[in-house]
């Protein structure tokens, strides 16, 4: 059984998750893979509009449910608000499409998605044009602040938010946000976010976990970072007899954070559970700290230089 941590809200939030981005499977495969992940151990799930796997998540849950394989208290479920319905008068109509997708009557953990809002309707990323020069966070968070007190939500969070950005959103939130979830990675190890996180009481999720871009994804991440290739990971892992994503997962586990890894291969998911019977050392630990770092995904595409919200990379992350 994989253990929980708790988070601000009072929720208990499994600390390895399965994140389900799929650009090439198709419904049915998506639904076959995530029931499978439950029959091996998996009871927190990560998902978003963007994603397109809702719907699928939705039916692996109800065919979980109707069989007794779990039961809804047992499962957590992670969605997020996408950027075309990042307006107050669009989040509430925005989860309860999810919710319909996912045939829930609650999500666990709605989050923000990006600190970003786009003018048309759009189920891509966005081209620069389509980038509105302002978003209202302060008031998106007050309507998913109603949402909880409606009951539809249990806890609340952000995507991609630097420390900076949540300090802001700390000075109106009501609700302190309970999730940030970020790329976190040995190649990226967000050691001054992770910091300013554990302070206030924020718990990351980390996305990316293995620098693993989903088929369809890869133009948007840097192919030479690689933590399943990096030679420290690998050497480690050979001294331990565990896999390069065993170690890079255990080594997330052990700051604190919690990864969401995406595998539909069953050995893959089985492996990637077997990461709490044993600890890296010491020696370990340094070593990975001295990785060279540098991000997956910079996300350029999040950027408007003429009339965006973040007219640079620097802007939008504060670094």
């Known amino acids: 059984m994989v253990r929980s941590v708790k988070l601000n809200s009072g929720s208990s939030l499994p600390i390895l998750g399965m994140g389900?981005?799929?650009?090439?499977?198709?419904?049915?495969?998506?639904k076959d893979a995530l029931l499978t992940a439950i029959q091996v151990g998996y009871r927190h799930f990560d998902t978003a509009m963007l994603y397109g796997t809702e719907a699928a998540l939705g039916d692996a849950l109800v065919e979980a449910f109707s069989t007794g394989l779990v039961k809804r208290e047992e499962i957590f479920v992670t969605t997020k608000l996408w950027i075309t319905d990042n307006h107050p008068a669009?989040?509430?109509?925005?989860?309860q499409t999810s919710l319909r997708k996912l045939k829930l009557d609650y999500v666990d953990l709605y989050l923000i998605h990006w600190p970003i809002a786009a003018k048309d309707w759009i189920m891509t990323l966005p081209t620069k044009d389509q980038i509105l020069p302002h978003v209202d966070l302060k008031g998106v968070w007050a309507e998913l602040e109603h949402c909880v007190e409606k009951g539809l939500i249990k806890s609340i969070g952000v995507s991609n938010f630097s420390s900076k950005k949540l300090e802001s959103l700390l000075l109106y939130a009501k609700i302190p946000p309970a999730v940030n979830q970020v790329e976190m990675h040995p190649c990226w190890q967000q050691k001054q976010l992770r910091e300013y996180c554990k302070n206030k009481g924020i718990q990351i999720t980390a996305y990316s976990p293995l620098t693993s871009p989903a088929p369809g994804a890869e133009v948007y991440f840097n192919q030479?970072?690689?933590?399943?290739?990096?030679?420290?990971?690998?050497a480690i892992a050979e001294q331990h007899a565990k896999s390069p994503a065993q170690i890079a997962l255990?080594?997330?586990i052990e700051t604190g954070c919690i990864p969401v890894p995406k595998s539909f291969n069953k050995s893959h998911m089985s492996e990637n559970?077997?990461?709490?019977?044993w600890e890296l050392t010491d020696e370990d630990r340094q070593k990975i700290s001295t990785i060279p770092q540098a991000r997956g995904s910079c996300a350029e595409f999040m950027v408007n230089e003429a009339t965006g919200p973040y007219r640079?990379?620097?802007?939008?992350?504060d670094d």
Request: avoid cysteine.
């Open 20 to 30: 389900t981005v799929a650009l090439s499977e198709s419904q049915q495969q998506v």
């Open 90 to 95: 669009a989040v509430l109509p925005a989860l």
């Open 224 to 234: 030479r970072i690689s933590v399943l290739k990096d030679p420290i990971i690998l």
């Open 250 to 252: 255990r080594w997330i």
């Open 273 to 277: 559970l077997e990461i709490f019977d």
């Open 312 to 317: 640079t990379l620097q802007e939008l992350w």
